[in-house]
């Protein structure tokens, strides 16, 4: 019966952290959105280029 607390017990642990991991992932962060006279854009997150469009 202690066997199979224990598996309960690693199992809801192993998930819980998957789950906080995903949530950490998926919190916004600070970035910076350029946007040029012709309505292109371009945006940076740490100084990094993540995304670019032109509308």
Do not use: C, H
């Amino acid at each position: 019966m202690q066997r199979n607390s224990a598996y309960s017990t690693v199992a809801f642990l192993l998930i819980a952290s998957l789950v906080s991991m995903q949530t950490a992932d998926a919190l916004p962060k600070k970035g910076t959105l350029r946007i040029s006279g012709d309505n292109s854009w371009v945006v940076f997150i740490d100084g990094k280029e993540v995304a670019k469009g032109a509308n």
